[in-house]
């Protein structure tokens, strides 16, 4: 029996070369990058004792020590909105990227077994892996539409603008996994610096205050920490109005295309190396 | 030779071996960081290994080629450039057509889903398309004999239970080259027997297969041709057969041999230590290790030693499995010898032991008693550990009644 290779088109491997086609590739596995996604999902919600409503849970307990620490004790204003309300805004929004970002970037050492045992490209890893940080963000939206009606509060037109939010902190999330999970590959000093990242990001991210209580003159700079975009993108879906001048919303959303472009790039130039030193 | 399917080219492997703080190897940042401070130029140094060098070969389309090879000679990682997993750091292949390497059951299988989902799942991961694994499922889960617990979380289920569900997965892939490392030694001596028919079935459904192996049995069973290769180079290629014999005769000039340091188990009081094991020879062995080939006398040689004259001394011997069962045992008067009198000194004994054993792994006990008192002298319940291969001297296989512990032989004559 002849079997049906002849047809089959031939591929050649070059050494010196790296291989090609990147894009058709992943769309190749698009199938495994979903069933990776949809095990991190099911794992994470079997395990958990509360499931759903753990995700639920802590965002409630982030807005209420929020509430406390920054409103009541430091005094932050919100801009006529109340407060409990702009904060959990901006807790959905930075959730959402600190998830992605904890979970892309444990994501390889995680499939060890994966990585040094199959082909597959490799980018399918930290990329179903935002599906963590994607499956707690609906719980957190159910949580802040029932604190809208709380508060006697509804949704304006500029929710539509929500979907463009989430896959803006997507992107940043995917940016950064890209850089901390190869880098973690090969440094594993990475993963324990990833915490004390995070948590810098956390204070200079206008998450328990908002953007517009930055002083005018570090502005730009504080602008260029591309969770500033995402989150007052955020705000300004769920509560119709925030702090969003166009040309720093840009310059957000560019420093974010760059960590992304460039972490892609990285990458791309370890990942042949991935399954030899993990 | 019909078309090739796998054209390997010089191709070559070196891995960086991790160690030097600083430099490649350098395993955290900060090391990294500190060592490229240090001195620049030294960073790029660190201990390096050709695990493969100078690989040239082809495979035909449809043709079975086993790979065998001691540890460590690169096998793995050959089949690990071919599928891609890790790229080569010189020379070039060509290969035709959708490979599916298989080089571990069970890869990315998930402890709290269900069989089911992680059918599904491994699937996907072995390259399977959501659509051909639903088309094949039952078929995945009857081959697994794990119906009724399809939906139990695998954590729950036994290890024979597991590697079955794993390997039914594997097993029922469809790509034109299949690439198998060492897969086939899992579970109870019933699966295996129907993973290597599965493999059989495989084999002659007309696809290419590389197959690893260090069961030699199982590489002549099922592959015509088989390639050999040492420290990362080939060494040969040729029909199967052949090519395994070559391999189990290579290093036969060193007897392997036990030399038995560490205390002797002694239950009596009464001549305790007056006796001692010193050493356990193998003379017959195959491939330098402590193997005989399948129904091949086992012929040993013990040397010991006897801090005074001793009289009425009994040797024997017991056979035990891995799991610690006895299988048989001897002793030197079992035949109406009559007990030994040793004079003081080192003395040799030799012993040739009819091999009914099936190919497997075996423990030999070796020990010596008083006939008068009855007491132990010695007794090393752990003298040796002994391989029986399943290829007989001339390297043909012996697949056959894996079932059964022993192995006899009978006479038969028909008459009306
Ligand atoms: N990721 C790695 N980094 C460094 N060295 C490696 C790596 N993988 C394999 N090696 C080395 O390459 C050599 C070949 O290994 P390989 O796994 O291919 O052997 P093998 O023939 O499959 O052996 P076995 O029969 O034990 O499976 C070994 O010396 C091994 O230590
Ligand atoms: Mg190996």
Redesign the interface.
Known sequence: ??????E?????????R??KGFVRELWAYR??A???AW?DV??RY??TLLGVGWAMLRPVVSMAIFTFVFHRMAGIASGGIAYPLFALAGIVGWNLVAEGVGAGSASLLGNT????????PRIVIPLSALARGLADVVPALCVFAVALAVYGAAPGWALAVLPLAVLHALAVAFGLSLWFSA?SV?????AH?LPFVLQTLFWVSPVGYGAESVPAAVAMLYWCNPLTGVIQLFRFALLGSAHLPLELYVLSAACGLGILLSGLWFFQTVE??F???I | MSVPVITADRLGKRYTLGGTPGGIGARTLRDAIGAAIRAPRRAGEARELWALRDVSFTVGAGEILGVIGRNGAGKSTLLKLLSRITRPTEGRMRIRGRIASLLEVGTGFHMELTGRENVYLNGAVLGMRRAEIARKFDEIVAFAEVERFIDTPVKRYSTGMFLRLAFAVAAHLEADILLVDEVLAVGDAEFQKKCLGKMDEVVHAGRTVLFVSHTMGAITGLCPTALLLEHGGVVMQGAAVDVVHAYLNANRSAPPSIDIARAQHLDAHHGAGIVRLERVELENPFGGSFAVPWKEPIRLTLRYQVEQDMTNVVFGLRVDSTTGVPLFGAHHTDDGAQPVTIARGTHHLNIIIENTLQAGRYVLAIGAHSAVSRDILFLVPDAATLDVLDVTATGRPYLGKYGCQTNGSAAWEFSD
């Open positions: 029996m002849q079997p049906p290779i002849l089959a088109q031939e591929r050649i491997y070059d050494a010196t790296p291989f199938e495994l979903f069933f990776l095990r099911k794992v079997k395990q077994n994966l990585v040094t045992k199959v082909y597959f880098l090969r440094y594993r000093d990475v610096a042949a190396d399954a030899d030193v």
